[in-house]
């Protein structure tokens, strides 16, 4: 039965490919392309210093030059190549974020759902005060006790990052507790976790997929708020945000600097949301209220 | 209603002991704090009187408790930079953002209810299209480099507003602006799709059938009705003004709550931020607990 239910969800989903929102989806696969590539396409090493090539404007101004298309920073470092170091670093964490939240979010949010009772209790309201707290404030409170590194951030966002998950996937299960296909199971004798496992989980793939491309943009951005404020992926390991944070004070002279990674950053989360809203409405109308 | 309220100051209780275990262990996963607080030359005698004196020798539990205690009076350390109390050090910063935060926030919700209540009410209209791009460049843009861009336009080309600091109302400009556009997205959307459901109700085509002014309908009858929704939504857009005041405080260098945070980043001051985040948690669990009750007062089908 259920089987049969998620087949002709796949078939929905492949005809709904046909009619693709082509522009972020371009974006986000360039994005994905040019991370497993960086060490080929880039120009120069990401952190190789030229002092006599220092505040080079981009190509298009009238000094600018065309080894360094889009400038170079304080230190002569070539932005185009920081910039495409920096996608993988974006990609990188945004993923294992992902990844790691998603499956401790749904683990606890179909266990909780299936079982009911004190457990489920219990976790709905730590899940209710970790979506009240503010994920950056963990993520820097994590970064001065162990020390700013790609791990601590992967962590950090992680820490908070499971919540939505478990609160969205909870109330999906409930729902389909009460569902004869569960119960038919049930009377044949399956286990628990063959119930979970085969019976419910095919049916909430859909809501679990909408909330994963949708929070590619939010976990790009804080990624990017933290390497900002210093507590994120520590230098000289170029991120985007880290990228803006070196720019910040020479603004008025170097715009660059700061511009392209910024550009970089609202043009990936812009993807991102677009594409999360666009498989939304076509694989589940009935999250429009997110 | 009272036994609902006692329910949920529990649990509110709970969720701090759990905050401040977790705040509290992380402190101890940071290293030896001696070996940061002892000067260069102490030998080891040294360190061990140290120890004995600050109870690091004591048992976890044990040390949970005194600085449970501690707590209790007001005391939260004292930072590893200045040796300052860290009680002091806050107690300087928090009116600051105070200013900015509640400032940002009566500027977001007054604008977010124009635009919302706007796009709502021009549904499906070049105005509700462009008030929709504003809310999804808004949650794409990093908050930061709107500050940035906003100093180089307004303080440094047209030289109008000052670059950073605090003093002058016209401090005030700049900050405010870009803290409030933080949180106009999520705010606006949530005013246009809850109003758009309160303009398609029964009471409002009375309402209108009456003769009633288009005014009178959209700004008294339904938004009163629209504004309940939203209440849920005070609890997410506080935390995220307390995440974009760290961000934008420290752009504009505002000598307040957030940047005391970053500056302890950089300089891995673990009790200044730990007080911090503690005071955030209870903030936060404070005004979740007020939205709560309010709620629960405003629409009594609510209830445990």
Known sequence: ?290 | MARFIIIRLIQALITLVVISIVVFALARASGDPLMLLAPPMATLEDIEVMRHHLGLDKSMPEQYWIFLRNLSHGDLGESIRNRQAVSKLIAARLPNTVSLGLSAIVLGILVSLILGVTAACKFGTWMDGGVKLVAILGQALPSFWLAIVAISIFAVWLGWLPTSGMGSPAHYVLPVLTLSFFMLPIMTRLIRSSMLEVLDSEYIKLARIKGLSEMLVVWKHALRNAIIPLLTAAGITFGTIVTGAVVIETVFSWPGLGRLMAEAVIGRDFPVIQAAVLLVAVVVLMVNLLVDITYAYVDPRIRF
């Open chain 1, 1 to 290: 039965m259920e089987r049969i239910r998620f087949g002709i969800k796949v078939t929905k989903l492949w005809k709904a490919l046909w009619r693709f929102p082509v522009i972020p989806l371009a974006i986000l696969v360039v994005l994905v392309f040019v991370a497993i590539f960086a060490d080929v396409i880039t120009p120069y090493p990401p952190n190789e210093m030229s002092l006599t090539h220092r505040l080079t404007p981009p190509f298009f101004m009238p000094e600018g030059s065309p080894s360094h298309l889009l400038g170079t920073d304080n230190l002569g470092r070539d932005i185009l190549s920081r910039m495409l170091f920096g996608a993988r670093i974006s990609l990188s964490v945004s993923l294992l974020v992902i990844t790691i939240s998603s499956v401790i979010g749904t683990t606890l949010g179909m266990i909780a759902g299936y079982l009911g009772g004190r457990f489920d209790a219990l976790l709905m309201r730590v899940t209710d005060a970790a979506l009240a707290f503010p994920a950056l404030l963990i993520a820097l409170l994590l970064g001065v006790a162990l020390g700013p590194s790609f791990g601590t951030v992967v962590l950090a966002l992680s820490a908070l990052g499971w919540a939505p998950y478990s609160r969205m996937m909870r109330g999906e299960v409930v729902k389909l507790r009460g569902e004869d296909f569960v119960a038919q199971a049930r009377i044949i004798g399956s286990s628990t976790v063959r119930i979970i496992m085969k019976h419910i989980f095919p049916n909430v793939i859909n809501t679990l997929v909408v909330l994963m491309t949708m929070s590619v943009g939010l976990v790009i951005l804080i990624e990017a708020s933290l390497s900002f404020l210093g507590a994120g992926i520590p230098p000289p390991t170029p991120s985007w945000g880290s990228m803006v944070s070196d720019g910040r004070n020479l603004f008025a002279q170097a715009w660059w600097i700061s511009l392209f990674p910024s550009l970089a950053i609202g043009l990936v989360v812009l993807s991102g949301n677009f594409l999360g809203d666009w498989i939304r409405d076509k694989m589940d109308p009935k999250l429009r209220q997110l």
